[in-house]
């Protein structure tokens, strides 16, 4: 009945006539709102949109008590709400041409006759926003510019008014890719956040170093394109639509936060700098994105030379046909191998990241390597733990009962104890340990020291525990400034 208590109002006194309405907005409108599409107004002649020319695309916009909020345009508080229903020729303030207007709202996905109309009044303004008759999408014309509204997807407990557009503008989106991304509020997220990330890299390191990452970026970019199927034109059918959707949902959550993470970290007088390299492969169809460390400065060449040979820079995981040996894999099944790194120190002191290989062969399940490695800045070399420890002290049986202790509290109640054996050969691999400024952290793989699905295991031990042990001059030790002088 609420449709007839609507339309007998309008038929008794205009909508601009009324002087009261309710602060709350009806539940069809109520929540966030994604502007999706814009198109210039039919009355403003037949042209397309340029760049900037639809300044409210990608926007979120939330109804809600007595507030609309989102771009600066649409903003509203106090917000009154008041419903009627419109025509075709009285919609846009009746700005459609009489004679067109009815074959305009049909093609707009419109209902001829009663049009449902959320009118918002913010003291002196007053916003239209149409529902269309799928109760799918908010039309409303703003500078002669006609922006279409639709709910965003799940899972967007995360999302909040203002803009959540991708890294490019909307308006001129050129192909499937661009298209699918701009209609997808999670997907455009992911984009800005490649986006955000390149522009901050770009700032912050040596141009050598970026031109890798970027150049890793578009050729993922392109393998993305290859691998969706996504063409220049979105495919007009639904299924054909949705897999090219997931494909390309799939593909930028991967990348996505791997671009986001990447930063410069100074290293005394030097900068250790990520960068990137990407490459594909066919039969099976596999791919490879790696990002390692590399040093700008003057004392760089002896540790890019060291992570080079460590971590093999002049050969690719997926050229391995023993490993990559699926020569049918499942449609739509693409095997890969990433790389990236954590660092948990870089100083003028000690450099200490960890690096994380994970690879999927296209059969069975992931496999994860992780190796550690230590440089001592001013000898330019591998920290070694006898540059840590004293020789005169038994720093070995030390940590090994520390670690036993602490892991025997960490394992489940079901699980016996470790063997101090096994605690003790973890302890002595100099890949085990990782060196913070104020710690040293030691890394159980699964395996190690209890069972392989037990998983993995952390133990931190300070080095004020390690006093005892460590030798005056450890590199690890951060010189204090009266130590200094």
Request: glycine residues 6%; contains cysteine; hydrophobic residues 45%.
């Amino acid at each position: 009945m609420r449709w007839l208590v609507a339309l007998l109002a309008l038929l008794i006194v205009p909508a601009y006539a009324v002087a009261t309405g309710d602060p709350s907005p009806d539940p069809s409108y109520r929540g966030l709102w994604y502007v999706v599409a814009a198109t210039p107004a039919p009355w403003s002649g037949a042209h397309a949109l340029k760049a900037g020319e639809a300044p409210l695309l990608s926007y979120l916009v939330s109804f809600d008590d007595g507030a609309v909020r989102g771009p600066a345009a649409l903003a509203c508080e106090p917000a009154l709400y008041h419903f009627f229903f419109a025509t075709p020729v009285t919609m846009f303030d009746g700005r459609l041409d009489k004679a067109k207007s009815d074959a305009w709202a049909k093609a707009t996905g419109f209902a001829p006759n009663h049009i449902e109309t959320q009118v918002v009044t913010c003291g002196g303004s007053e916003f239209d926003y149409y529902l269309t008759d799928n109760r799918a999408d908010l039309v409303i014309a703003v500078d002669d510019v006609i922006y279409r509204m639709r709910r965003p997807d799940s899972g967007g407990s995360d999302l909040k008014p203002g803009f959540a557009g991708p890294s490019f503008d909307c308006v001129i989106a050129s192909n499937a890719v661009e298209r699918i991304v701009c209609a997808d509020v999670h997907l455009a997220g992911a984009d800005r956040a490649i986006g955000d990330g390149l522009k901050r890299l770009k700032a912050s390191e040596t141009p050598d170093s970026f031109a890798t990452v970027s150049a890793a970026q578009r050729a993922w970019y392109r393998y993305a394109l290859r691998r969706c199927d996504a063409g220049d034109a979105l495919p007009t059918d639904q299924e054909a639509l949705g897999t090219m959707h997931d494909c390309l949902s799939d593909a930028y959550r991967d990348q996505a936060p791997v671009i986001a993470s990447l930063v410069v970290l100074h290293a005394g007088a030097n900068n250790l700098e990520p960068r990137a390299r990407f490459a594909t492969r066919a039969d099976p169809p596999r791919f490879q994105m790696d990002v390692y460390p590399w040093l700008a400065g003057a004392s760089a060449g002896p540790f890019n030379a060291y992570v080079a040979q460590r971590l093999g820079l002049d050969r690719w995981t997926v050229d391995d046909r023993t490993y990559f040996s699926v020569s049918d894999p499942p449609p739509g099944l693409s095997a890969w191998a990433r790389r990236e790194y954590k660092a948990a120190r870089a100083d003028g002191r000690v450099i200490s990241f960890r690096v994380f290989a994970t690879s999927f062969s296209g059969a069975g399940h992931e496999s994860l390597d992780e190796r550690t490695i230590n440089w001592d800045m001013a000898k330019k070399k591998p920290l070694a733990l006898a540059d840590l420890f004293r020789a005169d002290r038994d720093w070995q049986k030390f940590v090994t009962d520390f670690c036993v202790a602490e892991l025997t509290h960490q394992f489940d109640s079901d699980v016996d104890p470790p063997a101090p054996a096994a605690v003790a050969r973890v302890v002595t691999t100099p890949d085990s340990w990782l060196f913070y400024g104020d710690k040293g952290s030691l890394r159980f793989s699964p395996g190690t020291v209890a069972s392989y699905g037990a998983g993995d295991f952390d133990v931190d031990i300070s080095y004020a525990a390690l006093t005892e042990y460590l030798r005056p001059d450890a590199a690890v030790l951060v010189v204090k400034p009266e130590q200094a002088k």
